[in-house]
């Protein structure tokens, strides 16, 4: 079970560097953000790149999920080639489509905003993103199921790059704010098809096979409303925010989900990404229940001490990350957002019961059932608490969502999962979390070492717990072992 679980995590290790160099824009650039442009402008930019977001999600209709499937599938392995041809030419024809109806409607939509000369360029230039990052993100997959991890990673550091460079040029130098933030992304993403198109020919041979886009529709379908969904429980409380409150607490919040989001960005989406493959190839062998429950532990394990360390400095990285003064109130959110995602993560891997027995319409349901769930506390909470409370509203859904997920996901293929060592991890996070709180009369320097010192004293703390099994310290106390000898 270990050498699957190190497969597991050397590819999704190799996909953080490829997923992190392109999630990475939005950190890197803050400080360039937060002097550039106001705090509104920022609340502007969050919500064009939000509504990008749930469309790519939307439109890919499941195909990128659909490839993963019949990747593995006996009964299309001999199929593979047509059937990427297959669900391309769908989703090109997708892309096109709504890239034909969208630009033709650019006025109309523009006029419904304060100002239409901007944000008709705004829409035109977010269509053109939208119908390359379909595409892109059908042959991601293709990369992912054939585990070509470097490539991917390659691919996607070429992007960050070519993004961060003209984000700079147009922000800090052309000072076309939004347009050109933009502009930058449109570059990014046609380079990466680019990079990306001819490799994919070679996967592809030219058959369309109706009967093949009938079985990734029939697999895909429910993945749409379960993308949707998920999209805008991520995403859709800052359009509650900007219809109960302003732009400006739209841009903080904003702020601190992007901080927030480091957990997701280094770890969460770079986990998945070699998950489900993994998951797939596993499915059926001996100890796969066994190897889905441990990858369980050891993820939520990780989410809770990374969490927990970045819950306890964010007032000091949002300090650091944003010049402007106006811009610092966002600290507040990122804790409570930080173990949302805890959740969010989680969930990722007990709702594998559902992927592998191609139950996916359950994924839908409790997806829409959280955010129906979410949308409702957020009208009750906003209005009084603002962000903190579409925070608080996240939290509260995901953690429903966890539940949920788990017990559905159960009900067609069971897994033991280690709730009790899952309670313990989050109890003693959010106990150590508060701690600094009881000594805020400190000096900066003593806070900050106080602080470094809860963070390492969480996996030793776990010990006393019986968090670890007699197998894990006695591999434990090997990697030590090496590391020390290597050290000499």
């Known amino acids: 079970m270990l050498s699957k679980i190190k497969n597991t995590l050397k590819h999704s290790f190799i996909y953080s560097l490829g997923n992190i160099a392109t999630k990475l824009i939005g950190i890197v650039l803050l400080p360039l953000y937060t002097t550039h442009i106001t705090v509104a402008e920022y609340g502007v930019l969050g919500i064009l790149e939000i509504t990008i977001m749930i469309l790519t999600q939307v439109l890919i209709l499941g195909q990128s999920h659909a490839f993963l499937r019949f ?38 939509l523009s006029s419904l ?22 595409i892109n993100n059908l042959f991601l997959s293709v990369l992912r199921a054939n585990e070509k991890s470097v490539f991917y990673a390659i691919a996607n550091t070429i992007k960050f790059i070519i993004i961060l460079g003209f984000n700079i040029y147009f922000v800090a130098f052309a000072k076309i704010g939004v347009k050109g933030i933009l ?40 993945l749409i409303f379960a993308s949707l969904a998920s999209m805008l429980l991520n995403m859709g409380d800052r359009y509650i925010l900007k219809l109960l409150v302003d732009y400006k607490e739209v841009g903080l919040y904003n702020l601190g989900y992007k901080v927030a989001g480091v957990l997701n960005m280094f770890f969460i989406q770079s986990f998945t990404l070699g998950l489900l493959p993994s998951a797939y190839k596993i499915y059926g062998q001996k100890g796969d229940r066994r190897y889905y429950s441990k990858m369980l532990t050891y993820f939520m394990f990780v989410l809770c001490w990374a969490g927990l360390g970045l819950s ?16 610092w109130a966002a600290y507040t959110v990122v804790p409570v957002i930080v173990l949302a995602y805890v959740f969010s993560g989680g969930k990722s891997v007990t709702s594998l019961g559902m992927y592998l027995t191609g139950k996916t ?16 506390l957020n ?7 603002g962000m903190m409370g579409a925070a608080i509203a996240t939290l509260i859904a995901f953690i429903a969502l966890y539940i949920i997920t788990q017990i559905v996901s ?14 313990n991890l989050l109890l003693l996070s959010i106990a150590l979390y508060f701690i600094p709180y009881l000594f805020q009369d400190m000096k900066l320097i003593m806070n900050i070492t106080m602080k470094i010192l809860i963070l390492i004293s969480f996996p030793f703390i776990l010990y006393f717990l019986k968090f ?21």
């Not at 009964?75 to 769908?90: N, P, Q």
């Not at 058959?207 to 429910?222: C, M, Q, R, V």
């Not at 306890?312 to 811009?327: G, R, T």
């Open 71 to 108: 990747h593995n599938l006996e009964g299309y392995k001999e199929r593979r080639k047509s059937t990427l041809f297959t669900i391309f030419i769908f989703l090109f024809a997708i892309g096109l489509l709504v890239n034909i109806v969208g630009q033709s409607c650019t006025s109309k």
């Open 113 to 134: 905003f304060s100002k239409p000369t901007d944000f008709a360029i705004y829409f035109r230039l977010c269509f053109v993103i939208i119908f390359l990052r379909i």
């Open 183 to 222: 502009y930058s992304y449109l570059i990014g993403d046609g380079l990466l098809f680019l990079i990306l198109f001819p490799k994919m020919i070679s996967e592809m041979i030219p058959k369309y096979d109706s009967n093949i886009l009938k079985a990734a529709l029939i697999f895909g379908f429910p």
């Open 312 to 327: 306890l400095f964010s007032k000091e990285v949002i300090k650091l990350l944003a010049l402007n003064p106006d811009y």
């Open 361 to 376: 319409r359950f994924i839908a349901y409790n997806t829409i059932f959280a955010l129906l769930l979410n949308i409702g």
């Open 379 to 385: 009208f009750l909470l906003i209005p009084q608490y």
């Open 410 to 423: 159960n009900r067609f293929y069971k897994i033991p999962f280690e709730n009790r060592k899952i309670l």
């Open 468 to 488: 670890y099994e007699e197998i894990e310290i006695d591999t434990i106390k090997k990697m030590f072992f090496k590391i020390v000898k290597y050290g000499r």
